[in-house]
């Protein structure tokens, strides 16, 4: 190089784009004082980012070697050196030359065209802090703010709480496990199990195993059902125990209910045994069985309680 200072023109190509790696294009032409262009050749030259369009102290920097053909260059900077800014805010970039002062003004980031459509006049997509879609003004503490339909097409995990006046799924096809109350203004439907540590509520119908209605919370009622063996073993049930207290005779027990159940026992051995209840209490009620009106004997039988909760 035969002149320790040059004249540089910048153009740029493209501001911060939207990618996996962000990278600035910058093009511009070096030139002697005399106005002709310097020696074809590679040249070292520094890039810095600044907040300010003079002073400061640079946030980002590199060194790259340039290749200067005819006195015009193009770099791509951000491949060697990550462009690991948050681009927030206005920045201005300064260039040293070899052998020279950082060359003055600085100039100044601008955006491309394409990245207008991201941050755009309804919606913002900041580096930094929350993102709004449909508004510039995301509600406090959300770090995602939808207005209008939103469209899922995929898998949604979450991991936190989901709050709201409706949610409305088409479909649910898989388990749905929580540890806390699940609640709903409309219907509960669904396909698989639906597990909750708390409460299930809903104001319409809640439907399960192939569509069988199942009490919602306001009728405020508790069903047990079962089958008993005739040796006095449980065929088929659950939340309940069984005690053979003799020949036709067995105890059925099982967490009280507030107020005095019903319950109702049918046969399982044929319409020639008969069936009797008593001594029914909040927790148990005693079942006997019998041929005809005669002899007890044992037999198995089915039964269903039913009591407010």
Not at 73 to 82: A, F, K
Not at 172 to 196: E, F, R, V
Request: net charge negative; with cysteine; glycine share 12%.
């Amino acid at each position: 190089m035969k002149n320790l200072y040059f004249i540089l023109c910048l153009l740029f190509a493209g501001s911060a784009t939207v990618q996996a790696q962000i990278a600035l294009s910058v093009q511009g032409t070096v030139q002697n004082f005399d106005g002709t262009a310097v020696d074809n050749g590679e040249y070292d030259i520094t890039f810095k980012l600044y907040e300010t369009d003079a002073g400061g102290t640079a946030i980002w920097e590199t060194t790259e070697t340039v290749n200067v053909v005819s006195g015009v260059y193009s770099v791509l900077l951000g491949e060697n050196t990550p462009l690991d800014i948050p681009f927030n805010t206005t920045y201005h970039l300064g260039i040293t030359l070899p052998g020279g002062p950082e060359l003055m003004p600085r100039a100044q980031l601008t955006s491309s065209p394409y990245a207008l459509s991201v941050v755009g006049q309804d919606n913002t997509f900041p580096s930094t802090g929350p993102v709004g879609v449909g508004t510039t003004t995301p509600g406090a503490g959300q770090q995602l703010h939808v207005v209008g339909n939103t469209k899922l097409e995929g898998n949604l995990e979450i991991t936190g709480t989901v709050t709201g006046i409706e949610v409305d799924f088409e479909n649910i096809t898989t388990n749905i496990n929580t540890s806390k109350s699940i609640s709903a203004n409309q219907s509960i439907s669904a396909n698989q199990n639906i597990s909750a540590g708390g409460n299930i509520s809903a104001g319409g119908n809640i439907t399960a195993n192939n569509g069988k209605p199942v009490p919602v919370a306001e009728e405020g009622l508790r069903i047990i059902r079962g089958s008993v063996n005739a040796n006095g073993t449980v065929k088929a049930g659950s939340g309940f125990s069984v005690s053979k207290q003799g020949t036709g005779a067995y105890s059925i027990s099982f967490p009280a209910f507030s107020a005095m159940p019903t319950p109702v026992v049918t046969s399982g051995s044929g319409s020639t045994i008969l069936i009797g209840t008593a001594g029914t209490t909040t927790s148990s009620f005693t079942v006997t069985t019998r041929f005809f009106n005669t002899a007890s004997l044992d037999a198995n039988f089915d039964f269903i309680v039913i009591g407010p909760r």
